[in-house]
C-alpha cells in the first residue's frame, strides 16, 4: 500500500466519522442532564477522532512534496574556517 492508498483510507474514515457526528448530533440535542453531558463527550470524541484522522491523512499525501528541494546537508564552511 502506498501513502497516496493509506492517505484515501484515511479519508474514507474521515467520511465515516462525519456520518456519525451528523446522525447522532440530533439525538444529543433532545437529551437533558447527565445523558446530555455523555452525548456531547462522546460527541467531542468523535470530533477529536476526526480532526487526528484528517491531519494524518494530509501528511501522508503531501509525505513526498518539496523533499527534493529541501537541503540535507550544509556546507562545510559552516563548521571549518579556511584557514585552520
Do not use: W
Not at 462525519?18 to 447527565?34: C, F, H, M, N, V
Amino acid at each position: 500500500m502506498t501513502l497516496q492508498e493509506l492517505s484515501r483510507e484515511y479519508l474514507k474514515e474521515e467520511a465515516k466519522l462525519t456520518r456519525q457526528i451528523d446522525s447522532y448530533l440530533p439525538y444529543a440535542k433532545t437529551l437533558s442532564g447527565e445523558q446530555k453531558h455523555e452525548a456531547y463527550r462522546r460527541l467531542s470524541c468523535l470530533y477529536e477522532m476526526r480532526r487526528d484522522v484528517r491531519t494524518t491523512a494530509a501528511a501522508l499525501s503531501k509525505y513526498y512534496e518539496n523533499k527534493a528541494t529541501r537541503r540535507i546537508y550544509h556546507k562545510n564552511g559552516q563548521y571549518f574556517s579556511a584557514n585552520s
